[in-house]
């Protein structure tokens, strides 16, 4: 397929990559586990066990006319332990790398037909300022919810975006599925697109 670059010229994709059918399914499922990957699972609390104090019954069983209890650090007491208390978990799950990149390359081809993605030649601003990052969506014309896919991390172009709180700059060995779907519309520069094609190949 044929795909076209803001100067005016084209650049050839493979269909097999970039003109794929959706698949909702594999998508939803390799997002989930690229989600839980980075929760940290360091929760925790402690149960009656691991609470400190309670060993000693707080009064006799019979004869006071109270409930009955054998420990002060039962989880109905205040101060008490955690009846059904969150431990340290790992949240990972298995993603295979075909599956992975068969996702990436459905969610590109998705936006490829919904004309989300737009290829330039390169992105260069002539400072790293905020008014020049603004400048170059405007000209663009893409608004500012957007993913910059550069091959390398450009350090000017990062400052110069970092103000804007929809706009994130990553480089192309840094695609994700979460971000290529969180906004609303992704410019990858030529390079970085064949990059990304040749990983995907």
């Known amino acids: 397929m044929e795909l076209n670059i803001k100067n005016g010229s084209t650049i050839s994709l493979a269909d097999a990559i970039f003109a794929r059918e959706f698949n909702e399914t594999l998508v939803h499922q390799v997002v989930v586990a690229y989600q839980a990957?980075?929760?940290?699972?360091?929760?925790?609390?402690?149960?009656?066990?691991?609470?400190?104090?309670?060993?000693?019954?707080?009064?006799?069983?019979?004869?006071?006319?109270?409930?009955?209890?054998?420990?002060?650090?039962s989880p109905i007491w205040r101060a008490g332990g955690v009846t059904f208390a969150a431990k340290?978990?790992?949240?990972?799950?298995?993603?295979?790398?075909?599956?992975?990149r068969a996702a990436i390359s459905s969610i590109l081809s998705e936006?490829?037909?919904q004309d989300r993605l737009v290829v330039v030649e390169k992105i260069e601003l002539a400072e790293s300022k905020t008014k020049a990052a603004l400048k170059m969506l405007a000209d663009l014309n893409v608004g500012q919810d957007v993913l910059l896919v550069t091959q390398a991390i450009d350090l000017p172009l990062y400052l110069a975006?970092?103000?804007?709180?929809?706009?994130?700059v990553i480089d192309a060995a840094?695609?994700?599925?979460?971000?290529?779907?969180?906004?609303?519309?992704?410019v990858m520069t030529?390079?970085?697109?064949t990059s990304v094609a040749e990983w995907l190949a």
Request: aromatic share 6%; glycine share 12%; hydrophobic share 30%.
């Open 37 to 73: 990957a980075g929760r940290s699972g360091t929760r925790a609390q402690k149960t009656r066990a691991e609470v400190r104090g309670g060993g000693i019954k707080p009064w006799r069983q019979k004869g006071t006319g109270r409930a009955r209890a054998g420990s002060s650090r």
């Open 88 to 100: 340290p978990q790992n949240w990972e799950q298995k993603v295979n790398k075909k599956m992975y």
């Open 174 to 186: 840094g695609i994700d599925p979460v971000s290529l779907i969180q906004f609303e519309k992704v």
């Open 111 to 113: 936006l490829i037909r």
């Open 161 to 168: 975006t970092r103000n804007l709180p929809y706009v994130q």
């Open 190 to 193: 030529q390079e970085a697109l």
